[in-house]
Structures are given as structure tokens and as C-alpha cells.
């Protein structure tokens, strides 16, 4: 069983912590099911193929150009939830030395709150509004199931691999010659970690050759219209898109694109054989879910493609 918090504890803590994660289930093979995933892969490679031009071509019209100012990793405007692989957690695991407990929550609604009077970014106060709102993912114990994990950030909603010191980064020299691209890049040297730093001003990302493909594409993504943008102060500060980073954006769009879907198709297999035994939206597994959150943590069962987790968050106190 994973850790269990019977009583809360003064805090010590500003962010959400996640438990230890037990595997209760992993994934298995299913002939047919692997030829489903086969043939979709297939299709999503065809799609690549035949776009792979006009995809690049809306990138370099993009005229986009990194200002390193680090928003991204911030969350000044939006949420800024970076969502994570199975095969991403591993990476930046095994980088940076850190156990995964220490780096990943389940994926879960923005919980962060604007204080106006200090604008300062603010966690607890909405974790009792969004259990009411996901009540349809709460079973008969009170767990939250929810698909997949995503980055931890601190009390500012900053990611906690944005930093402002070469003191707090982890990389190596070697690494940073290898990223050409960038219009800077810097290196720390660290033992045993394999992790380049690039950075511009006073923002630099501790695991930029192990960041996930969410960042790896940003503000680019692959929707049902082609590629897209997000909000960025990068978009149009040139009338073309560097050529080298526009064949790098569009490699990494489609990379990102055949991995989310696989992730998706396997998840949803999980999905689909516990939600069959499983009772959702119970007054009682309500109930329970708000006991567990007044005493100071939530229950999670967390679907991805390697299986199902069982893990517990611990809630910072409200301030």
C-alpha cells in the first residue's frame, strides 16, 4: 500500500507532495489489442508523412524566435500544467538523481488561486472547489482517478527545473555543445548527470535535454487543423522562423504527436478494464473524499500506459 496520512500535520511543506506510488496493475500483452495500436500508429505515421512540409512550412511562417524569458515555465497568464510521459519521467529520473515522487503529481485540476492583494500565486483554497467538480472521477473510497502526471511546481506555480542560479542546474559540457540551435546556451557541471542548460538572461531550465516533449514544442502543438500555436512572445518577432529550429519544431511535434496517441490508446485500455468494476460519484466515496482532504491529503489511482498507480498527495495547509 502506498503512504497513508491518518491525521494533518503541521505543514512544513507549500506545495502539494506526492506519496509513495505502488503498481497495482501493469500493462500485459494482448495480441489484438497490440494490432489495434499497431494500425493506429501506422496512420498517425502516414499523417506525419504527408504533412511533414506544410507542417514545417506554418512553423517557419510562425516567424518565432525564443526570448528565453521563461513565461512558459511560469504561470503568469494560464495554467502551465506540463503533462508527462511514462518514458519522460524516466528520463529526467534518471538525469537528475531525483526519485519521481520528488518531481511528478497526478495529473490534476489547476489549483492555483491569484491573491490580488499581493499577486502572489496561492495554492489550497481551491482543492475543495475542484474535488466537488471531478465528483465523476471519485470511487466508492474516496480515490481521484485521473489519466496520467505532470510536473510539480512551487508556491509560485514556477516549474520546479526553472531556475535563476547555475548553482541549481545539473548538466554537463558535453551536452551543452551538442545544442547548436540555441541562441544561448550555458553548462554546469555536475556529477554523473548528462542534462545541457540553456538559458538567456536569468532563466534557464535545469533538464533542457530531458524536458518533455510538451517543451520541447512549445508554443507549437499538432491539433485536428494542423500545427498551432499558444500564447508567446516569440510568435512573429521575425518575419520567417529560423530554418534549423523549424525542421527541430517539426521533428519534435511529430515525435510528441506519435507518443501522446500510444500513451492515449494504452492508457484507455487501463481505463477500460478497472472503470468496469469500479463505482463512480457514490455520496459515500464523496464523503470520503472531503474527509481525506480536511485531514490533510487526496487519494489518487492514476491510469498510464505502463499501468495503474496507487499514490496519496499531501495538501499544504490553507493560509
Not at 82 to 91: A, G, S
Request: charged share 30%.
Amino acid at each position: 500500500m502506498t503512504d497513508t496520512f491518518p491525521k494533518k500535520e503541521s505543514s512544513g511543506f507549500a506545495v502539494p507532495v506526492t506519496g509513495d506510488i505502488t503498481t497495482v496493475s501493469m500493462a500485459s500483452a494482448d495480441p489484438a489489442f497490440e494490432k489495434t495500436v499497431l494500425s493506429e500508429m501506422e496512420q498517425i505515421s502516414k499523417f506525419c508523412e504527408n504533412e511533414n512540409n506544410k507542417i514545417r512550412k506554418d512553423i517557419e511562417n510562425a516567424g518565432f524566435s525564443c526570448t528565453y524569458c521563461g513565461r512558459c515555465c511560469q504561470r503568469e497568464e494560464a495554467d502551465n500544467a506540463v503533462f508527462l510521459l511514462p518514458c519522460e519521467i524516466d528520463r529526467i529520473e534518471s538525469a537528475t538523481g531525483m526519485r519521481k515522487t520528488d518531481f511528478i503529481l497526478p495529473l490534476f485540476p489547476d489549483f492555483y488561486t491569484k491573491d490580488d492583494a499581493s499577486s502572489v500565486l496561492i495554492e489550497t483554497k481551491r482543492f475543495a472547489e475542484i474535488v466537488k467538480s471531478i465528483s465523476d472521477q471519485i470511487d466508492e473510497e474516496g480515490r481521484i482517478h485521473t489519466f496520467g502526471w505532470m510536473l510539480q511546481r512551487d508556491k509560485s506555480g514556477r516549474c520546479i527545473f526553472l531556475t535563476s542560479s547555475s548553482s541549481d542546474v545539473v548538466g554537463s559540457a558535453e551536452s551543452a555543445e551538442s545544442a547548436e540551435s540555441a541562441e544561448s546556451a550555458e553548462s554546469a557541471e555536475s556529477a554523473g548527470s548528462t542534462v545541457s542548460v540553456k538559458s538567456a538572461g536569468t532563466k534557464r531550465c535545469g533538464i533542457y535535454d530531458v524536458r518533455p516533449g510538451l517543451c520541447q514544442t512549445y508554443p507549437f502543438y499538432l491539433g485536428e487543423n494542423g500545427i498551432e500555436d499558444c500564447q508567446c512572445e516569440g510568435l512573429s518577432r521575425n518575419s520567417k522562423t529560423d530554418a534549423a529550429m523549424s525542421n527541430e519544431l517539426t521533428q519534435a511535434a511529430m515525435e510528441r504527436l506519435f507518443a501522446e496517441q500510444e500513451d492515449l490508446l494504452r492508457t484507455r485500455q487501463h481505463v477500460k478494464t478497472e472503470s468496469e468494476t469500479v463505482l463512480f460519484n457514490t455520496e459515500h466515496g464523496v464523503e470520503k473524499a472531503f474527509n481525506d482532504l480536511k485531514a490533510g491529503f487526496l487519494k489518487f489511482i492514476v491510469y498510464d500506459s505502463c499501468g495503474i498507480h496507487h499514490t496519496i498527495i499531501r495538501i499544504p495547509e490553507s493560509k
